[in-house]
């Protein structure tokens, strides 16, 4: 005996087509009654469970599609996340640079100024030290000069002193 629906069909197939002929009535044939009905009811017996197998499959297929899609979905969901994560990593390493560059501009600006600072700085304490200097050269010649007047009183003499030592009492006079 067949067991599928198509093989019964295949058989109820073959008897109609091996049928006799019903004379003088063209596409006609004779076909044993019961056989053709015995054929129909295996049909009909065997349907529930072939389309029992089909609605399993047809689930299987549409559990199998919603996996599948829930399945592409995260992994579309994943990529995306991974998409902003990795533009948002690019626009915090962008501002880092720029803002690295920012700092650096700003710390070159600042030693440019604290260096122009420090210049004037030692300009101005070299320039303030040569006029201390050259007071102080002033101050000496015209102490030399007032010692040797001095001098030179003291002992009737009017060139210059050999050696002798400085009096500071007698200048202060």
Sequence with gaps: MATGVNELLDMLFSMIDEAKAVPLAGDKCMVERSEALDLIDEIRGAFPMELAEAKKLLEARSDYLASAKREGDLIIKQAEEKAKQMLAEDELLAQARQRGNEMLRQAEERSRQLKQAANMYCEDALRRTEEAVAEA???????????????????????????RPYDAAADED
């Design 137 to 163: 050269y002033d101050e000496i010649k015209k102490s030399r000069t007032r010692f040797r007047a001095a001098a030179a009183g003291s002992s009737g003499m009017t060139q210059e002193p050999q050696n």
